[in-house]
């Protein structure tokens, strides 16, 4: 029986269990895969974060780089081992959670090969748990290269001939800038209409600019934090205005539907792709979390990550308080939050 088990050993929590650590409280960490920053090191080769190392520290400990630098994921993993390492974070590995339920005032825990128990529970997933694809993908010709953005790696998993990129996010944008630089004919589906801004600004970075103006801190249950929460997000650091005039880019809308070798989009059809890089997202999944209440976009019912179960927490959901609640230097708020009330309660 543990005081608090945290489901999840990303930033998230880790950072928990920080002040966790700091209490001398009676914790661990269960996670599903099989190191810490595994999610990172899943992901593709040239994948920069967006913010610049100052913006990245969890609480206790410095992202450990200069100033200014934005660190790949290889780094990322390594400071989050690190992190372990220096305040001693007890994790088992290997333990995918698939039913968690309230029994007698205690959490009982079940993952494929061990049962554990609770008095609290702190999940602390992450935002992204099920890829997200188009149903139409059913439809299309197995000759034709299907990666999610999830298994994307690098443009060597490509085979010949023109590559469909999908997605209008982040990683959509990274992944069809990195795409478009193998001089290939590249088809773009999605909104054309992004913002895209800049990461530095004036000779300041754009997070200190964040900073400065308070808007890293606004939170959800203000009007421009409602506001803020409920739009579209910008694509930091990628122009992709500038991408889509290449010769080899070639925007066809969104795609509507497919059939063997034909994709349908609004503007066209293609019969010549043969590669598709599916950068379309993920859905959330907590439906192993017996009697909670979700809202309308899947993710639980929760005021600054206190659920309406009692002992029932949850870390790094996107806007859980903040813009930054889903981020590496942003989850420590709201972990300090959580902290916090459990002293007060």
């Not at 990303?10 to 810490?36: H, M, P, W």
């Not at 490509?158 to 001089?183: C, F, R």
């Not at 059809?269 to 859905?283: M, P, Q």
Request: glycine share 8%.
């Amino acid at each position: 029986m543990k005081d608090y088990i945290i489901i999840g050993a990303g930033q998230s929590g880790l950072a928990i269990a920080y002040y966790l650590y700091q209490k001398k409280a009676n914790y661990l960490i269960v996670d599903a895969n099989s190191e810490t920053g595994a999610p990172w090191l899943k992901r593709w080769d040239s994948l920069k974060l967006f913010t610049p190392s100052e913006f990245n520290n969890l609480p206790g400990m410095d992202f450990p780089h200069e100033k200014g630098h934005y660190a790949d994921k290889y780094e990322v993993a390594k400071y989050l081992k690190s992190y372990v390492s220096k305040f001693k974070i007890p994790i088992e590995f290997n333990h995918k959670i698939k039913a968690l339920k309230k029994e007698n005032g205690v959490f009982k825990l079940e993952s494929d090969r061990k049962k554990f128990e609770a008095k609290n529970v702190i999940i602390a997933t992450g935002p992204f748990h099920k890829p997200f694809t188009p149903s139409c993908h059913t439809k299309i010709s197995k000759e034709i290269i299907q990666i999610h953005s999830e298994y994307y790696k690098s443009p060597d998993q490509l085979q010949k001939g023109p590559i469909l990129a999908v997605g209008a996010g982040d990683s959509g944008v990274q992944i069809l800038n990195e795409i478009s630089k193998t001089g290939k004919l590249v088809y773009f589906s999605g909104n054309t209409n992004i913002t895209s801004i800049p990461q530095e600004i004036l000779g300041k970075t754009l997070w200190w600019w964040f900073r400065k103006t308070g808007f890293l801190t606004v939170h959800k249950y203000s009007w421009i934090g409602h506001k803020l929460s409920k739009g579209g997000q910008p694509v930091i650091g990628t122009n992709a205005k500038e991408i889509f005039k290449k010769k080899n880019v070639t925007c066809v809308g969104r795609t509507v539907d497919a059939s063997d070798q034909t994709i349908i989009f609004e503007k066209q059809k293609n019969t010549d792709i043969k590669n598709i890089v599916w950068a379309t997202g993920f859905k959330p999944n907590f439906n192993w979390i017996e009697g909670v209440e979700l809202d309308e976009s899947h993710y639980p019912k929760n005021y600054r990550g206190v659920s309406a179960i009692e002992g029932l927490y949850f870390l790094g959901l996107p806007w859980l308080y903040t813009r930054g609640s889903a981020t590496l230097g942003g989850v420590k708020r709201d972990a300090k939050y959580l902290s916090n009330y459990f002293s007060k309660n």
